[in-house]
């Protein structure tokens, strides 16, 4: 179908349809699509001028998803798993990557963890060092609820996760939040918009997309949702 008085087909004048990913968990995404990453999904969609199918989903899958292509976008915090199967469109926000130690455990660097239990989410990698230390007792968790009730138990003695994403977990626990004494910042981390390799888009879409997240990142709007949540 040709639009009125144009020899362009109807659909090459849409915006393209994007399918957007991002882990399953809040404060991130949850039920009827809402998190701090859904809503930045929405907002790039709204200032790029594109479409996006929101799928959040557990992070595995949407790692294998990315992969295969039958995912187009995903938000998540810089990693190299997800690097091996995208490309990296634009930095929307950061992320505090901190290490939470039990009561009475005193940790002051990762050496302080040598021969410790030490948990962190399933397929997540948000701290080369970390990743890359040999001598410290690595368990995987598949939510962060799960993590924090292993480290109440003494099931682990430490895990590894987003800061916000423990206190947000804490207080829908309805437990207390953690201390500043009793958690150690491993780094500050991008929260990126990745590409599939196998998702082809064109100059045009690519520079909305990159836009879109910058304004964000400007405006610092991750942050302002996060804090929202937590209030």
């Not at 790039?44 to 990315?66: H, T």
Request: aromatic letters at 6%; hydrophobic letters at 45%.
């Amino acid at each position: 179908m040709l639009s009125a008085g144009s020899g362009t087909p109807l659909w090459a004048q849409l915006p393209p349809r994007l399918r957007v990913t991002m882990v399953n968990l809040m404060p991130w995404s949850g039920t009827a699509n809402t998190g701090v990453l859904v809503e930045l999904a929405r907002d790039i969609a709204q200032r790029s001028g594109l479409i996006f199918d929101i799928m959040p989903l557990p992070y595995a899958r949407a790692l294998v998803m990315i992969e295969e292509g039958s995912i187009d976008l995903m938000l998540a915090v810089q990693s190299a798993r997800v690097e091996h199967s995208a490309t990296c469109v634009a930095s929307v926000s950061d992320a505090e990557i901190t290490l939470l130690a039990r009561p009475n455990l005193v940790v002051s660097t990762l050496a302080d963890l040598h021969g410790k239990r030490v948990g962190h989410l399933r397929h997540a990698d948000y701290d080369p060092d970390f990743a890359a230390a040999t001598d410290i007792l690595k368990y995987e968790f598949n939510s962060y609820a799960q993590g924090l009730r292993m480290l109440q138990i003494g099931r682990l003695d430490a895990l590894v996760a987003i800061r916000g994403a423990i206190q947000y977990t804490l207080r829908s626990m309805g437990l207390p939040p953690a201390n500043d004494s009793s958690m150690l910042t491993l780094r500050r981390a991008p929260v990126l918009l990745y590409q599939s390799r196998w998702c082809i888009t064109s100059a045009a879409t690519e520079r909305a997309l990159a836009q879109a997240c910058a304004s964000l990142r400007r405006e610092n709007r991750g942050h302002a949702l996060l804090q929202h949540l937590l209030d």
